[in-house]
């Protein structure tokens, strides 16, 4: 049988719920991704201090989170493993499951490094790399999905927290970069360079989060911005970044470790809120497209009896009123769909910055032999000598692709 206009009408709008209910599972991906990124987040912290000079009173505290770390990361692997791999899933699920074998690889990975930590065989410097891996791994999984969602409204909030994710990483490579500092009971002009850069990059996240996020999240964040928190840490980074200061008592390591911890902490609870409502709009999306899908369907059953009514003799025609009914529902959906697009659009202009670095640090990666640890921090360095924005200094290494 032919099939009509109509049918891909339906059809259209029951690959749309299709979509939605992927996202509602990706969406609790995300949310086991982030309890992970979390818990690494303070491990890292803890084994950073942990190896510098009189460290070794940080080892059961360590032990503990390592252990945390653990129960967490067998329930990210079960979510793994739920997922379905079958050729024929949504659109870039090739790059998403890429991303997977990379984290899954560096999760293989975690008991050789937690053995080297505790042998103390490794520096801080090495140990802090190790695990910016993993986690940034973690966060490109998330970055997937921001960038699969095909609701506007689901893509800003998967937008919104990503850039909350990504800049409470970097408020977690603080952390640890300053434990380390104060642990060594020094600084140097470079070191003092790779703490500002880091506390640009939080600043740079958290500001695309609020342009992304909702006026209850917005809210949140203000109210979970712990004023004494941030004078404390305000206090001890200008002691860190400071370029009279090289040399402050290790001491100082425990006092930072604890008030970077309480702010990421309180960053925790903001997340939790952007994952609960991602879920909720995920299941509030589904219940209206089914109903839409519901009501789409009655109107095209009662315009088949009319047609069949009105033209007995054959199902192929209808009459002039009918054929401005359904071309009322076509044009419907085809404003809706472009409407939804320019949002969509505009919203993905926010995940372009990430790629244009991606894309450059891959370039390096290919041109000069580099690790993507090297690229990246070649760009970084760049941008920070020439004090030009990460952007910029990647879209001129792209402008050179040839030459390269």
């Known amino acids: 049988m032919t099939k009509s206009g109509l ?20 969406s609790e991906l995300v949310s086991t991704i982030g309890q992970l990124s979390h818990a690494l987040q303070k491990e890292r912290g803890l084994s950073n201090v942990f190896l510098g000079p009189n460290g070794m009173h940080f080892n059961e505290q360590r032990q503990q989170q390592t252990a945390h770390c653990t129960h967490i990361e067998k329930n990210v692997r079960t979510h793994f493993d739920a997922l379905d791999t079958s050729p024929t899933q949504v659109r870039n699920s090739a790059r998403l499951f890429s991303r997977i074998a990379v984290v899954l690889h560096a999760l293989d ?8 930590i505790a042998s103390r065989t490794l520096t801080p410097t090495e140990s802090t790399a190790a695990f910016n891996r993993l986690i940034s ?3 490109v999984v998330v970055f997937e999905a921001a960038d699969s969602a095909t609701d506007p409204e689901i893509s800003r909030a998967l937008v919104a927290m990503f850039n909350f994710m990504q800049g409470k990483e970097f408020a977690g490579q603080e952390r640890a970069f300053g434990a ?45 911005q712990l004023t004494g928190v941030l004078v404390d840490l305000e206090r001890q980074r200008r002691l860190g970044c400071t370029p009279a200061s090289h040399q402050f008592d290790s001491s100082f390591s425990q006092v930072w470790f604890d008030c970077c911890t309480r702010r990421i902490d309180a960053m925790k609870t903001v997340e939790d809120l952007l994952y609960r ?11 209206q497209a089914k109903a839409e899908l519901h009501d789409q369907q009655l109107i095209i059953d009662e315009l088949s009896r009319q047609a069949s009514a ?53 370039l390096l990666m290919a041109a000069r032999k580099l690790s993507e640890d090297d690229a990246y921090k070649m760009l970084r360095q760049t941008a920070m000598s020439q004090n030009r924005r990460l952007l910029d200094v990647a879209e001129s290494v792209l ?6």
């Open 7 to 26: 049918s891909f009408l339906v059809a259209a709008r029951q690959c749309e719920i299709a979509e939605l209910q992927q996202l509602a599972l990706t």
């Open 109 to 116: 990975a975690l008991p050789t490094l937690r053995q080297r």
């Open 137 to 139: 791994g973690l966060l």
């Open 180 to 224: 380390a500092c104060f642990a060594s009971g020094r600084t140097d002009t470079a070191q003092q360079q790779q703490w500002l850069h880091l506390i640009e990059l939080q600043e740079r996240c958290f500001q695309v989060f609020a342009d992304f996020s909702d006026t209850a999240v917005s809210g949140a964040w203000r109210a979970s």
């Open 277 to 287: 409502n991602l879920r909720r709009l995920c299941e509030r999306k589904i219940v």
């Open 310 to 362: 009105a033209n007995a003799d054959t199902s192929a025609h209808y009459g002039p009123q009918i054929e401005r009914s359904v071309l009322g529902l076509v044009q419907e959906q085809a404003q809706r769909l472009q409407a939804m697009s320019d949002e969509l659009e505009t919203v993905r202009a926010a995940l372009s910055e990430r790629k244009v670095v991606e894309r450059a640090k891959g």
């Open 399 to 404: 402008a050179m692709a040839d030459y390269l």
